[in-house]
């Protein structure tokens, strides 16, 4: 009498964790849409003004902008007569030397530093490699002139090409004259302004502040320390300290300059704290989703509602990056063996570390955390055919002729924010064939970086104010 009980609760038992096996699987699994390497459209450079204007400053010191809007493009834009197959090889070569510069800079910025060492100022960007992954057009001077500027948080400093050049790299639009500009001025030496930067130069002559970008290639910008009002859509923003070069020289693309994000007390976030409270965000689309472009908004509104935030952490020897603190990676919903917080951790000498940025396309985990992933996601990933190594990348699938194919979730867990990654950004396309690679990639430095490739889709959140980074999950719309 007792065992049909017994074998009823047994079968139902059994089907139960069937069916949680089974939904398990489902939740943990997502689909990937199979699309080829995108074809950028070509920009040109124009004078005019962005049509939508969102704010205009007549007041620029009472006004409180709640938020201005930009829309950003992809570098690939400027070589327009490249194949997609070219663009993407390229985009894998800046980005090593991206990579290079910024693991650099934070070794260097554990070095005692020499005591008047002359005029320098040692900055590494992605414009520097003709890496600056993102531009947005912007306008300088008074009247304004419309020019296309990278966007880095990998560097502080704002600077422009300016006539008249002792010699300038080819740029989309003309090269900034400060001459037709009614708002431009040079920094006094003696101006607290110019002391900000980390060995100015000063004019005998003119007894006026000169400052120097110099870069891990051996590129440079030089030129006078100024202030001059930019322009966003229509909203001014006056007095923002820039470096307007007059000689500038190596690797740069397109762009007429570089507008640094980054933390130091040099960047626009900082500088211009009083009037967009030292808030920013940004949403980078999918290349080959170009039905929307991606965006950047200041101030305020920049905070999405949906966003998970992380605490920023502080790097005692260097404040320009973004700090973040990863405890830990899943796959498949399951927690990665071998990866934890301790693999990233920043000490108090200011090495290793994980940093989120822009300019840096796939992203970067120190070796052991690069090696336990990619041999977890292989082992869930199995059912997809694998294909040569491509690059950088050691993982890479044969998906010709799909259409769409199922592929183990990836979750990055950061402090307080766990960040579901959408299947294209982390299996992406390396050819038109069909190849498609696990976009992560270890590295030997102590250093990790979370790429833009893995930052798609997300708005991404800088508030400064409140020393935290967010993700908004579909932040893009």
Not at 118 to 145: D, N
Not at 375 to 397: E, V, W
Not at 410 to 421: E, P, Y
Request: charged content about 20%.
């Amino acid at each position: 009498m007792e065992a049909k009980p017994r074998n009823a609760l047994l079968f139902l038992f059994t089907t139960l964790l069937f069916l949680h096996t089974v939904l398990s699987s489902t939740l943990h699994y997502q689909s990937l849409v199979i699309n080829s390497l995108p074809v950028p459209s070509a920009l040109t450079g124009t004078n005019s003004e962005p049509e939508t204007v969102t704010a205009v400053a007549s007041d620029q010191e009472s006004l409180d902008f709640n938020g201005v809007d930009l829309e950003l493009h992809h570098v690939d834009a400027l070589s327009s007569n490249s194949t997609p197959q070219d663009l993407f090889n390229s985009r894998l070569r800046r980005d090593a030397l991206r990579v290079e510069s910024l693991t650099s800079l934070a070794v260097a910025a554990n070095r005692p530093r020499a005591v008047g060492s002359g005029f320098s100022s040692s900055i590494i960007s992605g414009l520097a490699q003709g890496s600056g992954e993102y531009f947005t057009r912007l306008g300088v001077g008074t009247p304004p002139r419309y020019v296309y500027m990278v966007l880095d948080t990998g560097s502080d400093i704002v600077w422009i090409q300016c006539a008249p050049c002792k010699k300038c790299y080819t740029q989309t639009d003309p090269v900034f004259d400060p001459r037709k500009s009614r708002s431009f001025a040079k920094i006094p030496c003696r101006s607290p302004m110019c002391r900000r930067l980390d060995s100015p130069g000063c004019s005998a002559k003119k007894q006026t502040c000169l400052y120097q970008v110099s870069y891990g290639d051996g590129s440079f910008t030089v030129g006078d320390f100024s202030t001059e009002t930019l322009t966003f859509r229509g909203a001014r923003v006056g007095r923002v300290a820039l470096g307007c070069g007059h000689d500038n020289e190596g690797l740069f693309v397109g762009a007429a300059g570089l507008l640094g994000l980054g933390r130091g007390k040099l960047s626009f976030p900082s500088q211009t704290g009083r009037r967009f409270n030292r808030k920013f965000s940004y949403c980078l689309v999918d290349r080959s989703a170009s039905s929307r472009p991606s965006s950047m908004v200041f101030g305020n509104s920049a905070v999405s509602r949906t966003a998970r935030f992380t605490p920023l952490l502080s790097n005692p020897k260097l404040n320009t990056f973004y700090y973040v603190e990863l405890l830990g990676v899943s796959v498949g919903g399951t927690r990665v063996p071998g990866i934890s917080a301790s693999l990233f951790k920043l000490d108090q000498t200011g090495n290793g570390g994980v940093i989120i940025d822009s300019g840096t396309s796939v992203t970067r985990l120190t070796r052991p955390a690069y090696v336990a992933l990619r041999d977890a996601f292989r082992s869930d990933a199995s059912n997809l055919k694998r294909a040569a190594d491509f690059s950088l990348f050691d993982t890479c699938y044969d998906l010709s002729g799909m259409k769409e194919v199922k592929v183990p979730t990836v979750v990055l867990h950061f402090r307080g924010a766990d960040v579901s990654l959408p299947a294209s950004n982390y299996l992406i396309p390396v050819d038109t064939s069909g190849t498609f690679c696990f976009a992560f990639a270890g590295t030997l430095s102590g250093l990790s970086i979370i790429g833009n490739i893995q930052q798609q889709g997300f708005r991404v959140v800088y508030d400064l104010a409140g020393s935290r980074v967010g993700f908004a999950p579909r932040g893009c719309a």
